[in-house]
């Protein structure tokens, strides 16, 4: 079955950049979206369309695409992005949703 | 507002049967798919399936195929997921969200606030 590959932790200190990947071999036929999921809570929706912002969302937050990874970035990262984040794309005929395996993100 | 509201949490031996539910509000419920996602404890999420509650079109994911029955009722904007006999391994934070479809691509927004299973003898 069809794998979307993240790193399990990520630790960075307030006011810096976190960067997040996600790793596919559909990732260049299909676009990747991403969710932030704080304990206790539902996942948000934070990037659609590899790229997009939904409103709502603050700007410190976009993403990017370079083959098969996808990365999110989070700019001068707030304690409040303490966080779990997952990518989410399709396998490559687009018959399923796939999840990330998910990215820990530590404001430390 | 866009909302899901998800039934309450539920405590079931193993064995038991289990409907949870799902309604929409605020849109075109039977314009858009409703998706199921589990989260069991600790772990990441997993996409179980859909359906299009305007035909009630459904789709499994492979992994919970004949594990568990996904429907609707347009009627009441409501969608369902259920179980006939529960597992301990049910055990596990259950979530429904908006597919949202443009293009051929899709994503999840909003989702419910989840609904947390329990099995346990």
């Known amino acids: 079955s069809y794998e979307l590959t993240q790193p399990p932790s990520v630790s960075v200190s307030p006011g810096q950049t976190a960067r997040i990947t996600c790793s596919g071999d559909?990732?260049?036929?299909?676009?990747a979206y991403w969710y932030q999921q704080k304990p206790g809570q539902a996942p948000v929706l934070v990037i659609y369309k590899d790229s997009e912002r939904p409103s709502g969302i603050p700007e410190r937050f976009s993403g990017s695409s370079s083959g098969t990874t996808v990365t999110l970035t989070i700019s001068g990262v707030q304690a409040e992005d303490e966080a779990d984040y997952y990518c989410q794309s399709a396998d490559s005929s687009g018959t399923y949703e796939v999840f990330g395996t998910g990215t820990k993100v530590t404001v430390l | 507002e866009v909302q899901l509201v998800q039934s309450g949490a539920e405590v079931k031996k193993p064995g038991e049967s289990l409907k949870i539910s799902c309604k929409g509000s605020g849109y075109s419920f039977t314009s858009y798919w409703i998706g199921w996602v589990r989260q069991m404890p600790g772990k990441g999420l997993e996409w179980m399936g859909i359906?299009?509650?305007?035909?009630?079109?459904?789709r499994y994911s492979p992994s919970f195929q004949g594990q568990v029955t996904i429907s609707a009722d347009k009627s009441i904007s409501t969608a369902y997921l259920q179980w006939s006999s529960l597992k301990a391994s049910d055990t596990a934070m259950y979530y429904c969200?908006?597919?949202?479809?443009?293009?051929?691509?899709?994503?999840?927004?909003?989702w419910g606030q989840g609904t947390l299973v329990t099995v346990s003898s």
């Open positions: 559909a990732l260049p036929k299909q676009y």
């Open positions: 359906i299009y509650p305007g035909d009630s079109d459904t």
């Open positions: 969200a908006r597919r949202i479809a443009v293009a051929g691509t899709f994503w999840f927004d909003p």
